[in-house]
């Protein structure tokens, strides 16, 4: 993954700004990526040196998320466990989203408390801004949109009905605006109509199909290079359906077989389904683009006692739980 950001954002810098097939990857790493290496050059260096400046800012995000939800002390403490967690410093240090999306994640959980305390049209439109410009990091987050819209709607408010109704009008509209300009690009380039990015149909067969078990992991006729995926999942598809495929079919065509192995197997894939809680829970770090164990076997400051997740989830199970009023 973070050749391919790199080999993408270096077009990007190169003037290819439109592109010319739909996109296959979430674009707004690269395209951030792409303006930097636009303004300074090919250095990677100054790229990591900004996405650890992002982490610093988003453990000073988390000490003011805490300190409104909680106090000062709580605040101080989670800001310095931030700090010191290991997989922050690891993922800052490779050309991936991750530091992006949890700064922007942080952004839309601070405007969502400043909502909460003083609803307003403008403050709700602000969320949906920020959630829709995450979904250009990473597409899954828009699941929030209706869990964030019911709980607009049904939470307890001095607000008349009609008058929340409105805001989460607003909410939506923002969130969409900012995804809009991307759909119509890939419309222009493709002809094809695909939200974001279409390797949502072929990840989500790659997570639930008869052979999977909760990681990353291919059928045998899939061939797992990033680069190679798409192109892999478009000719099966193509071969299976007997003609040529659009983007937006290929993926189409991929949730259909993840969700058929869901209707003939349910209870595999509720065994599935339990299995991959199960690893969410785990306290070590499975991987997925870079084994953080393997590095920090040869990097001797990963070998310090940092945080890790096994001591991170319980207490923000506890949080939430306290948090709940």
């Not at 192109?231 to 937006?248: D, F, I, Q, T, Y």
């Not at 199960?278 to 920090?296: H, K, S």
Request: net charge positive.
């Amino acid at each position: 993954d973070p050749y391919v950001y790199d080999r993408w954002a270096q077009d990007i810098a190169a003037g290819h700004w439109l592109g010319s097939e739909v996109f296959y990857g979430m674009p707004l790493y690269p395209y951030v990526l792409g303006l930097l290496y636009r303004l300074v050059g090919h250095r990677i260096a100054v790229a990591i040196l900004i996405q650890l400046g992002c982490g610093v800012l988003s453990t000073v995000l988390i000490y003011l998320l805490a300190t409104q939800l909680f106090n000062r002390a709580v605040g101080v403490l989670a800001s310095l466990m931030a700090l010191g967690y290991s997989l922050f410093m690891f993922y800052e240090g490779w050309l991936v989203s991750t530091s992006l999306e949890v700064f922007l994640y942080l952004l839309i959980a601070l405007a969502l408390v400043s909502v909460a305390r003083a609803p307003s049209r403008n403050k709700w439109m602000g969320v949906g801004l920020l959630v829709g410009i995450s979904a250009l990091a990473r597409a899954s987050v828009l699941l929030f949109l209706p869990v964030t819209a019911v709980w607009a709607l049904w939470t307890k408010s001095d607000q008349r009905r009609r008058t929340r109704w409105v805001d989460v009008g607003g909410f939506l509209f923002a969130a969409f605006l900012m995804i809009l300009p991307v759909t119509v690009r890939n419309y222009v380039v493709a002809h094809d109509i695909v939200l974001i990015t279409a390797h949502g149909g072929i990840n989500f067969f790659l997570g639930n199909h008869p052979q999977a078990d909760g990681t990353f992991k291919t059928p045998k006729e899939i061939l797992a290079g990033a680069e190679r995926l798409q192109e892999e999942a478009a000719r099966l598809a193509e071969r299976h359906v007997g003609r040529p495929l659009r983007p937006s079919e290929v993926s189409a065509f991929w949730v259909s077989k993840g969700l058929e192995f869901a209707r003939t197997e349910p209870l595999a894939f509720l065994r599935l389904l339990a299995r991959k809680a199960a690893l969410f829970l785990n306290g070590e770090e499975i991987a997925d683009i870079m084994p953080y164990a393997f590095f920090a076997r040869l990097v001797p400051l990963l070998q310090l006692p940092w945080l890790t997740f096994r001591v991170v989830c319980p207490l923000a199970l506890l949080g939430m739980g306290l948090a709940w009023r």
